[in-house]
């Protein structure tokens, strides 16, 4: 099992004042990876799925909330979500939001992180009250009836402590912050929750001074994710009253890793009309592999040095858009259950970087989070002073996959206003339009999940 913290440290730890932003820009999370021979039954139980997601009916008089008559310590402590619970959540709304990303860009480009929407969204209701509460925690896909809040918010805490443990093979790095306004009071409970189980910090800015307010937030975001993400906001954009920000950056290297001196330009085939040429990696090596003639597809999974891995998905032909119909949990689990090991002579895997940038109002309030959007949203549990609504939900991830491993970055930012084949050879080449999942093994958790298109489109 591993190592949790003794309550004395994780109260030490929570219950610690928030620091200001100029004392925050070495802090970095790693996760921990145990030793593959180390027994470690839950581990071997979570690698038969394959999850590509992270991310109840505890009532309060009808109304979802935290308890308000337990101690710190109490609500803090105790059973949480499950791991495969939680990222079965998750991997349903990882699913739902691809759909509704990929169809409204049908041939461009797709790459996010549902980990960090996921993150960022049920940091969100945590200060949510009544039916805001079950509208935000539903379209993150939880069942409500079965499993109380403060269950689901204790397994992103311990979802966080474990990416907190130090790893020599994979550095991943996944933080919090509230951004907001010297005037605007918190209340204490929303502000000692967020940083018991979001590790949050609060920082301080001035929203009046626009220009000011957006440098101070992109250099943090940049800090945070190593120079990957430069700018989360624009020049021009509009600041709001209060901004909850999740961060992700995730390198790891193959455990065998390209030659670059192999490395060849290629045709991708875009469409059936457009090719472009793009540097082709490739190597032969033993992996995990699928045929997947009921969907027409094929699997191939490469791994990190980490023991966590790449999930590459190559629909056949003209199968596509049937294919990403078909995207759900019971598929994925189907998948990771008929991976079996299979030597592969020739795997073709262009080298590419993409990013992508997402205003997410209007594809959240199709997936039912629509409340949140309007004065009926209920934020009481995060200030009395003002009415709050939100306003937008900003992502932006990048992923860049190439001879030695991968890197990636992404970051959610809510925005609040207060109103007020040769023959006997196995030849893979992914040179036309193919799904990639970045998955986390131990949280069984999609990091990054997206569609290349174009490889030669950032």
């Not at 994710?225 to 954009?237: Q, R």
């Not at 032969?284 to 999930?311: H, K, Q, W």
């Not at 205003?359 to 009395?384: E, H, V």
Request: proline share 5%; charged share 20%.
């Amino acid at each position: 099992m591993l190592h949790k913290p003794g309550r004395r440290a994780l109260q030490d730890k929570y219950t610690a004042a928030p620091r200001k932003l100029q004392h925050q820009g070495r802090r970095r999370l790693w996760i921990h990876c145990p030793h593959p021979a180390l027994p470690d039954m839950r581990a071997e139980r979570m690698s038969t799925l394959l999850a590509l997601g992270l991310l109840v009916a505890g009532l309060c008089s009808s109304v979802h909330c935290l308890p308000e008559n337990v101690t710190p310590e109490e609500q803090h402590k105790g059973a949480s979500v499950d791991d495969h619970s939680l990222a079965s959540s998750n991997t349903d709304f990882a699913f739902s939001l691809y759909k509704k990303l990929a169809l409204e860009n049908p041939n461009k480009n797709v790459i996010f992180s549902p980990l960090s929407i996921s993150i960022a969204l049920a940091f969100l209701s945590l200060g949510a009250r009544g039916s805001t509460v079950m509208e935000i925690l539903e379209g993150l896909k939880f069942n409500l009836t079965g499993t109380p809040e403060t269950e689901i918010h204790q397994g992103f805490q311990h979802l966080l402590q474990t990416f907190n443990r130090p790893s020599n093979q994979l550095q991943l790095s996944v933080g919090n912050a509230i951004f907001m306004p010297e005037e605007l009071k918190l209340l204490d409970k929303f502000r000692k929750d967020a940083e018991a189980f979001y590790a949050s910090e609060v920082l301080s800015v001035n929203f009046k001074d626009s220009e000011a307010a957006i440098k101070l937030i992109n250099e943090y975001v940049k800090n945070k994710t190593h120079g990957k993400i430069e700018k989360l906001f624009n020049d021009h954009d509009q600041l709001t009253d209060l901004i909850l920000l999740n961060y992700i950056f995730f390198k790891a290297q193959w455990t065998t890793p390209f030659d670059p001196h192999r490395t060849y330009d290629s045709e991708f085939h875009v469409s059936e009309d457009t090719r472009v040429q793009v540097p082709m990696m490739t190597l032969g090596l033993e992996t995990p592999y699928f045929r997947d003639e009921e969907l027409g597809c094929t699997l191939v999974e490469l791994t990190y040095t980490s023991n966590d891995s790449a999930l590459l998905i190559l629909p056949d032909e003209g199968k596509m858009q049937d294919l990403e119909a078909k995207l759900n949990p019971e598929t994925l689990t189907r998948w990771r259950k008929s991976l079996q090991p299979r030597y592969i002579h020739k795997l073709n895997l262009p080298r590419f970087s993409i990013s992508s940038d997402y205003k997410l109002k209007d594809i959240l309030s199709q997936l039912g989070m629509k409340n949140i959007f309007t004065s009926n949203a209920n934020f009481l549990g995060i200030t009395n002073e003002h009415k709050l609504a939100v306003s937008q939900v900003v992502h932006k991830a990048v992923l860049d996959v190439g001879e030695e491993g991968t890197e990636g970055a992404a970051a959610t930012a809510i925005l609040m206003l207060g109103s007020p084949l040769i023959l006997n050879q196995l030849i893979i080449s992914y040179d036309r339009p193919f799904l990639i999942s970045i998955l986390h093994k131990d949280t069984q958790s999609i990091i990054f999940l997206g569609k290349v298109t174009n490889p030669k489109k950032a």
